[in-house]
């Protein structure tokens, strides 16, 4: 007998199958780079966006209002190179939690780009010169880096694969929605002057946009908590109860 007839003819196939699968996993690699690489957008919308908030920059506004193109194309992107790869293969087990974490991180990066919108479009309502107090633009601009942090940590987290990192997001997100109770009550104390009084409503709709970003980052890092255990959990609500899995 040849020993081209004594060959195993499955083996062709599961060479090609090997292949496929390498390609596969490349391709979900790339898809999770440029997901992850949208975070790194949400960053850069709202560095603008603060400084737009902190200067009353009216047309620096206005740049954050036009450029969130850029986060919902990267969001269409991602969302449709993995609807095209689940129409070619079938993934299973770790793969399929990925895909499934990366529809929804791409959700939440969505929703980050369209609150750095919603305070950029609340700058202008103001104008140039608007009644500005201090003491509560500062609590802003904390709440602004605070947000900032957990967007770049989410990031980590995810890409590291890094449970401990994610759930530490809920220790930054309690930091937010102290700052966000401080200003509400900051805002109703502020006085009887009309024009200060509106601003100060204005600024109440900007921490509450901050504290969505920081839920968001929140829920990236619980899908990192997923796609290593298979098991959806709300840090908030795990950071309230003892581990029953500590041994």
């Known amino acids: 007998m040849s020993p081209e007839s004594s060959a195993d003819p499955a083996l062709p196939r599961q060479a090609e199958a090997l292949t496929g699968r390498a390609h596969f996993q ?5 898809l999770e780079e440029r997901a992850l690489g949208g975070l790194d957008i ?3 919308q709202l560095d603008r966006t603060m400084e737009a908030l902190e200067h009353q920059d009216i047309e620096l506004a206005e740049m954050v209002i036009s450029d969130d193109d850029r986060v919902d194309g990267r969001y269409l992107e991602v969302h449709q190179g993995i609807l095209s790869l689940l129409a070619l293969q079938a993934p299973v087990a770790g793969d399929l939690r990925l ?3 990366l529809l929804h991180v791409m959700k939440n990066i969505e929703r980050m780009g369209d609150q750095c919108v919603n305070i950029a479009k609340v700058i202008p309502l103001s104008g140039y010169d608007a009644p500005i107090r201090p003491e509560l633009l500062e609590k802003l601009m904390k709440m ?8 770049t940590q989410c990031k980590a987290a995810f890409r590291g ?3 401990a990192l994610a759930e530490d997001l809920v220790r930054q997100d309690r930091e937010i929605n102290r700052l966000n109770r401080e200003i509400f009550r900051m805002a109703l104390e502020i006085g009887d002057d009309a024009d200060t009084r509106e601003w100060a409503m204005h600024m109440i709709l900007v921490a509450r946009a901050l504290e969505r970003i920081g ?4 829920d990236v890092g619980e ?4 796609v290593i255990t298979g098991l959806f959990r709300e840090f ?11 041994g």
């Open 144 to 151: 602004g880096a605070c947000a900032r942090s957990e967007v």
């Open 161 to 163: 694969r890094d449970v």
């Open 215 to 218: 839920d968001n980052a929140v």
């Open 99 to 101: 895909v499934a974490a």
């Open 223 to 226: 899908q990192v908590a997923f």
């Open 236 to 246: 908030s609500d795990s950071s309230h109860r003892p581990d029953s899995s500590a």
């Open 26 to 30: 490349q391709q979900l690699l790339e």
């Open 42 to 44: 949400v960053v850069e």
